[in-house]
């Protein structure tokens, strides 16, 4: 089991950056695959970016060149380095972790991002 607990949301301008953190707990967090996801009001959840157990990382083309995922193996944690902020980046962040073997998917409770002026 995995459990996972976002922070770092908030209300920046267009233009601003934040960094959005994932705890992870529970066994086997380096031979998980996680990620980023994301739900606007009245929107379905859409993939944002993913890191897997390996470190490579993909990501959406609506914030590839703007986001940067990371993880820290030791620490058990996950980032979401956000730049260049849009207001259509105004969402839920949701962070996810699959581990490699189950393929199960774990979600954190969320955290808002507001991009604003």
């Known amino acids: 089991q995995v459990q996972l607990v976002e922070s770092g949301g908030g209300l920046v301008q267009p233009g601003g950056s934040l960094r959005l953190s994932c705890a992870a707990s529970?066994?086997?967090?380096?031979?998980?695959?996680m990620g980023w996801f994301r739900q606007a009001p009245g929107k379905q959840r859409e993939w944002v970016a993913t890191?897997?157990?390996?470190?490579?990382?993909i990501y959406a083309d609506s914030v590839k060149g703007r986001f940067t995922i990371s993880r820290d193996n030791v620490k058990n944690m996950v980032y979401l380095q956000m730049n260049s902020l849009k207001p259509e980046d105004t969402a839920v962040y949701y962070c996810?972790?699959?581990?490699?073997?189950?393929?199960?998917?774990?979600w954190g409770q969320g955290t808002q991002v507001t991009v604003s002026s």
């Open positions: 529970g066994r086997g967090f380096r031979l998980t695959d």
């Open positions: 890191i897997t157990s390996a470190g490579s990382s």
């Open positions: 996810n972790g699959r581990p490699i073997m189950s393929r199960t998917d774990y």
